[in-house]
Each structure stands twice: as C-alpha cells, then as structure tokens.
C-alpha cells in the first residue's frame, strides 16, 4: 500500500527521565536527526566526564522511578538507560549492577552511546515494541 511519510498508524509518547548532564537531549537528537552535540568545548574531556559519571545519577534512578510510579498511568513502559558507554573507563556503575537493578524492577535495560551511536536505535525499538504489544 502507498504510505506518506507523514502517515502513521501509531503514535506513541516517549519521555526521558533522568538527573541533568546524562544524555538525555543527544540521545533524543541521535534518533530523531541523528546529530550529536559536544556542547561546549570546555566541558569536553576528564574533568567532565569524571563528573558526570559519578554514581548520584545511578543513583537518583530509584527516586526518578518513584516519581514515575506515583504519577504516571499505571500501564507505561518504563525502560532504563545507561547512556556515555563510551566512556568506559570512566564508569562508575557496573553494566551487572544497571542489569540488576532493572531486573528487580521489571525493567529493559540498555546501555547506550549517543555520542558513538550505539544502541539507541536498538533503545527506541525496544521499547516501542514493547507499548505495540500493550496496545495492539
Ligand atoms: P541532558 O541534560 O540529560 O539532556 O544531557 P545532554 O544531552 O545535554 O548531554 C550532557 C553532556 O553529555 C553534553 O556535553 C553531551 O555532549 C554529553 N553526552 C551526551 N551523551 C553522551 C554520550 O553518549 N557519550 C559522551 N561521551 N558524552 C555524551
């Protein structure tokens, strides 16, 4: 059958929820344009990177979850995200450790690399998938 682009037969609502500085702008920007913003070249490197990839954001995860579960329509598809794989080794949170906590939430988990382009587009799929199989 014929199908403009702009033609579709679902439209869903994903949201990106997460402490400031973890990605969430470039990893939307990735998938949508893929385009990738450094921002400004001084928050660019170690120093940076260090900062963000402490273990607050990881963290933080569980209260963004609460926020989340107390008001959000009881039948969304949660997914977390563990964006700046990239930076390995500067990581703070063990891939084991994201795996396990989604698991004991019932979450998809995925880490992610807005900056090298790696499983976002596997991110999004997932969890369109996943609300696809909720509505149809
Ligand atoms: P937001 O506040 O969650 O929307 O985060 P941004 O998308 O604005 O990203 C914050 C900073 O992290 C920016 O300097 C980005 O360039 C950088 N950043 C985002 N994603 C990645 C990534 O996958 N790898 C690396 N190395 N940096 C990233």
């Known amino acids: 059958a014929h199908r403009v682009d702009n033609e579709y037969d679902y439209l869903f609502k994903i949201v990106l929820i997460g402490d400031s500085g973890v990605g969430k702008s470039n990893i939307l920007s990735r998938f949508t344009r893929n385009e990738f913003f450094l921002e400004s070249k001084s928050t660019i490197g170690v120093e940076f990177a260090t900062r963000t990839l402490q273990k607050p954001t990881f963290d933080n995860v569980q209260r963004w979850l609460r926020e989340l579960r107390d008001h959000a329509d009881a039948n969304i598809v949660v997914m977390m995200i563990g964006n700046k794989s990239d930076l390995n080794h500067l990581r703070s949170v063990a891939e084991e450790d994201g795996q396990a906590f989604s698991e004991k939430e019932g979450l998809s988990f995925l880490e992610t690399s807005a900056l090298e382009a ?8 997932t969890v369109l998938s996943e609300i696809h199989q909720i509505v149809s």
């Open 118 to 125: 790696v499983n976002v587009e596997k991110a999004f799929h």
